[in-house]
């Protein structure tokens, strides 16, 4: 399989600028997560969905962040307006019931 | 909810000398332990994964224990290479929590030659 495909790999934008995050998972997987991944923070799970529903959103910073799955190929993490401190590695991954995860590569987000 | 606490944060060995890093987890339900493996500037790979059925798992120089009891499992290497150099990541998760996976705060692992 091609794995999860995460775009852009990498994103440099403006404090207040709209930034969006995409992910395609595994063909086959149903469950998607998306994590933030920071020197200070390490690893963080932000969201993650199960057959196309969000089902824990806790770790969502603020109302600045959102997450979509319009369908079981495509996910979203939106951030607006972005600030600084939003600068992270942000990862996808997916899985098929209680399986191993697979991480896609990664968007490295820096926010200037 | 789920506490993942790893130990040591860094360890530096030897090549050829083994290296053991340990998790501890709070929550007695989780029953699902994958570590990964991340290389400088990669993504996180599952490297083993043990269920909460079975108390040993080796696959050739790696190898993970679990103790359901005192809730703490370990990854072991042997032999260890250059090439093993990278930050190990610990993890449990629970079916009941949704496979929602709680992750260690890593372990940095330097292999000298």
């Known amino acids: 399989d091609a794995g999860v495909i995460q775009s852009p790999r990498h994103e440099v934008t403006e404090m207040g600028q709209e930034v969006t995050l995409r992910c395609k998972p595994i063909?086959?997987?149903?469950?998607l997560f998306w994590y933030r991944q920071t020197m200070m923070r390490g690893l963080e799970l932000l969201i993650y969905?199960?057959?196309?529903?969000?089902?824990?959103d806790s770790g969502m910073p603020e109302d600045r962040f959102s997450a979509k799955m319009p369908n079981a190929s495509f996910s979203t993490l939106k951030i607006q307006p972005s600030e600084p401190r939003d600068s992270a590695v942000y990862f996808c991954?997916?899985?098929?019931?209680?399986?191993?995860?697979?991480f896609g590569q990664g968007t490295r987000l820096t926010v200037v | 909810g789920e506490n993942v606490e790893q130990h040591p944060s860094t360890l530096s060995v030897q090549e050829g000398d083994s290296a053991v890093i340990k998790c501890t987890y709070s929550?007695?339900?989780?029953?699902?332990f994958p570590w990964y493996k991340q290389e400088l500037g990669k993504r996180p790979q599952l490297i083993i994964d043990i269920r909460s059925n079975v108390g040993e798992k080796k696959d050739q120089r790696i190898a993970v224990t679990l103790n359901k009891t005192a809730k703490h499992f370990s990854l072991h290497i042997t032999e260890t290479q250059p090439e093993d150099s990278a930050v190990y990541f610990c993890?449990?998760?629970?079916?009941?929590?949704?496979?929602?996976?709680?992750f260690g705060g890593g372990t940095r692992v330097l292999v000298k030659p």
């Open positions: 063909s086959g997987h149903n469950s």
């Open positions: 993890a449990a998760s629970t079916r009941a929590a949704g496979n929602k996976l709680t």
């Open positions: 969905f199960n057959n196309n529903v969000p089902i824990d």
């Open positions: 991954a997916s899985s098929f019931e209680d399986s191993a995860r697979r």
């Open positions: 929550d007695s339900a989780s029953n699902y």
